[in-house]
T-cell receptor, first 112, second 112 residues
Framework: GEDVEQSLFLSVREGDSSVINCTYTDSSSTYLYWYKQEPGAGLQLLTYIFSNMDMKQDQRLTVLLNKKDKHLSLRIADTQTGDSAIYFCAETTVDSNYQLIWGAGTKLIIKP | NAGVTQTPKFRVLKTGQSMTLLCAQDMNHEYMYWYRQDPGMGLRLIHYSVGEGTTAKGEVPDGYNVSRLKKQNFLLGLESAAPSQTSVYFC???????????FGPGTRLTVL
């Protein structure tokens, strides 16, 4: 079945780059997403990438997709305290009838 | 344009009580979803709807019912609440021909 996996925690120093990784198993992915959830808040769509793209950049965010290895990453440049949140990787696939398949989320901890 | 809204934001129930969570969207989206979020797990789909008057079961539908009498509203009902239903519930919506889902702020439900 479909599966999306992420590390549960990532700790980085303020000002460094953060790289959050995600792996998935379904090769019929259509879109892959990164959602951000700040403490006590809802889910905010950060960015997404179509499955035939390798990279997408949006200001401080860079998404890299390696389809061969089924690996997705989110790089946040110049990490700030406001970036503290849980980051969820998700995909939609043909096999899931375009429902979202979610990772468990990576909690990004910023050290001063 | 409020996007996706959910009421209530918080609720505490006793085992066996019933309640309805309301999701509303003003984006004229066809698809609507109810998820639950539990610690250390990705979001799990409870029920979804592909249009007014239609609903379908997701990954974890047991103990929940839904209704979509109006396009803009998607109701999630718990007929007899159980402690296992303590969770944060998120509603989402999307356009019919786009994959991206937009989320509400969530409802934190505690069942004692």
């Amino acid at each position: 079945g479909e599966d999306v996996e992420q590390s549960l925690f990532l700790s980085v120093r303020e000002g460094d780059s953060s790289v959050i990784n995600c792996t998935y198993t379904d090769s019929s992915s259509t879109y892959l997403y990164w959602y951000k959830q700040e403490p006590g808040a809802g889910l905010q769509l950060l960015t997404y990438i179509f499955s035939n793209m390798d990279m997408k950049q949006d200001q401080r965010l860079t998404v890299l997709l390696n389809k061969k290895d089924k690996h997705l990453s989110l790089r946040i440049a110049d990490t700030q305290t406001g970036d503290s949140a849980i980051y969820f990787c998700a995909e939609t696939t043909v096999d899931s009838n375009y429902q979202l398949i979610w990772g468990a989320g990576t909690k990004l901890i910023i050290k001063p | 344009n409020a996007g996706v809204t959910q009421t209530p934001k918080f609720r505490v129930l006793k085992t066996g009580q019933s309640m309805t969570l309301l999701c509303a969207q003003d984006m004229n989206h066809e698809y609507m979803y109810w998820y639950r979020q539990d610690p250390g797990m990705g979001l799990r789909l409870i029920h979804y709807s592909v249009g007014e008057g239609t609903t379908a079961k997701g990954e974890v539908p047991d103990g929940y019912n839904v209704s979509r009498l109006k396009k803009q509203n998607f109701l999630l009902g718990l007929e007899s609440a159980a402690p296992s239903q303590t969770s944060v519930y998120f509603c989402a919506s999307r356009e019919a021909h786009r994959d991206t889902q937009y989320f509400g702020p969530g409802t934190r439900l505690t069942v004692l």
